[in-house]
């Protein structure tokens, strides 16, 4: 069973950045598609981008601000954020072969 562990939320002031890490446990992890999402709490969450292999994909409303990548040696994707907007506030967390982490507050305000 895959273990996913997400880390690098906090506080940013909108127009600022943050990079997001998401660790797991399998060693398949390089044939994995891995996937972010966030979270509103009582809203229902919102896919942000996914990773397989060399295709990288994303939602329009993180398009040209948010990049993935992925260090498969190291079992780990990156979500890097970048011109962050109060909107983006959420937990986020990544998502693989069924399982999800526990997820990282991100906070965009001034």
């Known amino acids: 069973q895959m273990q996913l562990v997400e880390s690098g939320g906090g506080l940013v002031q909108p127009g600022g950045s943050l990079i997001l890490s998401c660790v797991g446990s399998?060693?398949?992890?390089?044939?994995?598609?891995m996937a972010w999402y966030r979270q509103i709490p009582g809203n229902e969450r919102e896919w942000v981008a996914t990773?397989?292999?060399?295709?990288?994909l994303f939602a329009d409303s993180v398009k040209g601000r948010f990049t993935i990548s992925r260090d498969d040696a190291k079992n780990t994707v990156f979500l890097q954020m970048n011109n962050l907007k109060p909107e983006d506030t959420a937990v986020y967390f990544c998502?693989?072969?069924?399982?999800r982490g526990q997820g990282t507050q991100v906070t965009v305000s001034r």
């Open positions: 399998e060693n398949t992890f390089k044939t994995l598609s």
């Open positions: 990773s397989q292999g060399t295709v990288s």
């Open positions: 998502i693989s072969s069924g399982e």
